[in-house]
């Protein structure tokens, strides 16, 4: 009876595992897949249960582009990293973007960004030979209309003969442009308070930084003593340059809706 027992165990066995076999993709396999990189404030990737919706969104100003870059840009460069899962190939493979309409003020190709099917975009976007990920650089054109405020590009990752796309949460960012002053999507993380235009425009004019979202970044990630010494700075120099303008007869630093400007 233990025989009979110990063969019929063996049986169902070879049957699951045949089953399962016939399931799984072959080793050789030369399926992949493309993902966008998404990191955490401590800057470590992050898996797609871990992605939000603010990690997708990213902002761009003109205004404070050229700030950073010392000069008056008509074009800015927004880079976007992405990895593959799969096989690597001996071969450049192009990666494909298409543009996901909102119909919330959304960006025009050509006017707005270099489009996703034209050469000079899609000679760069790549993902190198022998290499599981790379940097996407977006071209961003300084039209007029982005003084009336944002424009809104949403974007994916699109299937093409050398990728499919990868996991549902990590394949979509969407990228707000202007030639305004406006809310940075990483500010809630610095320690300078609420978000306010003019608020914005002291701390680039007293400190000479941009305050975008890469100079952030490069704030909280760095010495965390100088970050300590920065915010003591800045209420001080709040503290002296109120002082002159209420000895000038004008009112300590608002915003347009009346809230003072603290830090």
């Given amino acids: 009876m233990k025989t009979l027992n110990q063969i019929w165990i063996y049986s169902v066995l070879v049957l699951l595992v045949s089953s399962c076999e016939k399931d799984l993709k072959p080793y050789d396999d030369t399926d992949s897949w493309l993902n966008f990189a998404f990191y955490n404030n401590y800057n470590d990737l992050v898996t797609s249960e871990e992605v939000s919706d603010e990690m997708k969104q990213t902002t761009y100003s003109f205004v404070t582009a050229s700030v950073a870059a010392g000069e008056e840009l008509q074009k800015g460069v927004v880079e976007f990293e992405v990895f593959t899962m799969g096989f690597l190939s001996d071969k450049d493979r192009p990666v494909k973007l298409k543009q996901i309409l909102t119909g919330a003020n959304d960006a025009i190709p050509g006017v707005h960004y270099v489009a996703f099917d034209s050469p000079e975009f ?111 700075w800045l209420k001080e120099k709040l503290e002296e340059e109120n002082a002159k303008r209420l000895e000038q007869g004008l009112d300590v630093y608002k915003e347009e809706d009346g809230e003072i400007i603290t830090f």
């Fill in 122 to 232: 899609m000679d760069k976007c790549y993902i190198p030979a022998n290499q599981n990920k790379a940097m996407i650089s977006i071209t961003l054109l300084r039209d007029a209309s982005l003084k009336n405020g944002d424009v809104t590009l949403k974007f994916a990752i699109a299937e093409n003969e050398y990728f499919n796309p990868g996991y549902a949460d990590m394949i979509e960012r969407t990228l707000y442009i202007s030639d305004l002053l406006s809310q940075p999507g990483n500010w809630p993380t610095t320690n300078v308070g609420n978000y306010g235009p003019l608020k914005h425009q002291l701390l680039m004019e007293w400190t000479g930084d941009s305050w975008d979202e890469a100079y952030i970044d490069d704030l909280l990630t760095g010495d965390k003593g100088y970050l300590t010494y920065l915010t003591r």
